[in-house]
């Protein structure tokens, strides 16, 4: 079948698990409660994904509050009771954020509960993400390491390990999530493509690394109005990861100022296209899918196009991401009509 389609990975959490449209949002309870709130909305994800015609589906990153602190949490070494403040993506944004002291290990599975709810409610693929190493690595201070990548590739080490018990627990894509790669790009070909490599050794499943202009939040919008009239960064990082293992690359594509004839530079991936705009609250037709995965499809084999969402909907009002998440199911048929 072409065109099948997935999401970045996240969706709006409900009400009555966190507080909504915000980033970090704090949990509306704890202990069992909380535990039971998570399973049933990572339930809920997954079947407003196969409502809306999606294929390969993932469990809304319903049980942690944030793509990377939701890793960090079972990591041994970190310190999250004295967070100290941190430029990320070289000073894009200050946030608070945990401090590494000591040699990291896990605790022990990170996402086992989530995996296997989602496992045993969906027959259809599931996609699960992680973050990257190079962007845990931008998103935590070091106090233990002093050296930046040899902190990468521990974090890479333990990711390592939970892909693949969460390939065990019968995820047939595990994705990791890279924004950093589009900041950091000299050192994405120094250091960053082998820890992400490091962090998918030895996996028989996809692999998937998903590189975006961020969240659709204010820091990220005015971030993209200073990167000019063509946004070129992945030129500088196609090139390593074409000759890496990973076998899919999910970028941004719809209301970007991507020239998606980079998208030549990847002749050996599939391409996890974002055709649905995660930073604007207008509702895609099936028209403007259409659109984006012809756009794509002039630079890209039609087989090796999957249509997904920009990046992540986390933040977003629930009835605009499960809109989108309709958009999405409908483009993709359209175009199966059309050009199939
Ligand atoms: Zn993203």
């Known amino acids: 079948m072409l065109f099948p389609t997935t999401i970045a990975g996240s969706l709006p959490k409900p009400e009555w698990l966190a507080e909504p449209n915000t980033l970090w949002a704090p949990w509306r309870s704890k202990?069992?409660?909380?535990?039971?709130?998570?399973?049933?909305?990572?339930?809920?994800?997954?079947?407003?994904q196969e409502d809306s015609g999606i294929d390969i589906v993932?469990?809304?990153?319903?049980?942690?509050q944030h793509f990377v602190h939701g890793f960090l949490e079972k990591v041994e070494g970190i310190d999250f009771a004295h967070k100290v403040e941190m430029g990320i993506r070289k000073d894009?944004?200050?946030?608070?954020?945990?401090?590494?002291?000591?040699?990291?290990?896990?605790?022990?599975?990170?996402?086992?509960?989530?995996?296997?709810?989602?496992r045993s409610h969906t027959t259809r693929k599931l996609k699960f993400t992680l973050p990257g190493p190079m962007t845990i690595a931008d998103t935590v201070a070091d106090s233990h390491y002093g050296d930046k990548v040899k902190m990468a590739f521990a974090f890479a080490?333990?990711?390592?390990?939970?892909?693949?018990?969460?390939?065990?627990?019968?995820?047939?894509?595990?994705?990791?999530?890279?924004?950093?790669?589009?900041?950091?790009?000299?050192?994405?070909?120094?250091?960053?493509?082998?820890?992400?490599?490091?962090?998918?050794?030895?996996?028989?499943?996809?692999?998937?690394?998903?590189?975006?202009?961020?969240y659709g939040i204010k820091a990220n919008t005015d971030w993209k109005q200073t990167l000019g009239g063509e946004w070129r960064q992945y030129e500088d990082i196609f090139p390593a990861i074409e000759k890496s293992p990973i076998q899919q690359v999910a970028i941004e594509c719809r209301n970007s100022k991507v020239p998606l004839d980079l998208l030549a530079l990847l002749p050996g991936k599939v391409i996890q296209a974002g055709v649905i705009d995660v930073a604007s609250d207008t509702v895609e037709t099936a028209?403007?899918?259409?659109?984006?995965?012809?756009?794509?499809?002039?630079?890209?084999?039609?087989?090796?196009?999957?249509?997904?969402?920009?990046?992540?909907?986390?933040?977003?009002?629930?009835?605009?991401?499960?809109?989108?998440?309709?958009?999405?199911g409908a483009g993709a048929k359209l175009a199966r009509e059309r050009l199939g």
């Open 31 to 48: 202990g069992d409660e909380l535990a039971r709130a998570k399973r049933d909305a990572t339930m809920l994800a997954v079947k407003l």
């Open 58 to 64: 993932t469990e809304g990153e319903q049980a942690r």
């Open 92 to 118: 894009r944004y200050k946030a608070m954020v945990p401090q590494v002291v000591a040699p990291l290990t896990l605790k022990g599975r990170v996402h086992a509960d989530e995996a296997r709810v989602a």
């Open 157 to 214: 080490e333990l990711l390592n390990n939970e892909a693949k018990a969460l390939q065990a627990d019968g995820i047939d894509v595990i994705q990791f999530d890279e924004p950093a790669f589009n900041v950091f790009m000299d050192e994405v070909s120094d250091w960053g493509i082998r820890a992400l490599e490091r962090a998918a050794e030895g996996l028989t499943c996809t692999t998937a690394v998903h590189i975006c202009y961020g």
């Open 287 to 328: 028209e403007d899918v259409v659109k984006v995965i012809e756009a794509v499809s002039k630079f890209v084999p039609l087989s090796n196009i999957v249509a997904t969402t920009n990046c992540g909907m986390a933040p977003m009002r629930r009835d605009i991401a499960e809109a989108k998440l309709a958009a999405l």
